[in-house]
Nanobody, 126 residues
Framework: WVQLVESGGGSVQAGGSLRLSCTASGFTFDDADMAWYRQAPGNMCGLVSSISRDGTTYYTHSVKERFTISQDNTKNTVYLRMNSLTPEDTAVYFC????????????????????WGQGTQVTVSS
């Protein structure tokens, strides 16, 4: 069965960095489009970044130039490198499969249809 396991979250001060990891199993990772979403206090949620099977990447405006998504097909893992963190980045971060047919789409929120990990908390203090 499909499993997505996120790790790498933590508490940092503003300006700090973290690297999130999402290790996948139960599907052909090389053929998948993957994404990171976040859910902030007050239930604000949204797509942060995505990487398609051909390597095309997308970033929401607020994280461009600061976050980098990448993947290692030998480890079935997608990463999110986050630099210059601000308190506005505080959220629970989730990875998901956004390959058409797997449920999650660009406007999904964690917990909607699709395959989601359990999330990893990122807290940025000022």
């Amino acid at each position: 069965w499909v499993q997505l396991v996120e790790s790498g979250g933590g508490s940092v001060q503003a300006g700090g960095s973290l690297r999130l990891s999402c290790t996948a199993s139960g599907f052909t990772f090389d053929d998948a489009d993957m994404a990171w979403y976040r859910q902030a206090p007050g239930n604000m949620c949204g797509l942060v970044s995505s990487i398609s099977r051909d390597g095309t990447t997308y970033y929401t405006h607020s994280v461009k130039e600061r976050f980098t998504i990448s993947q290692d097909n030998t480890k079935n893992t997608v990463y999110l490198r986050m630099n210059s963190l601000t308190p506005e980045d505080t959220a629970v971060y989730f990875c998901a499969i956004i390959t058409p047919g797997y449920g999650a789409t660009w406007d999904s929120c964690p917990g909607d249809d699709g395959y989601w990990g359990q999330g990893t908390q990122v807290t940025v203090s000022s």
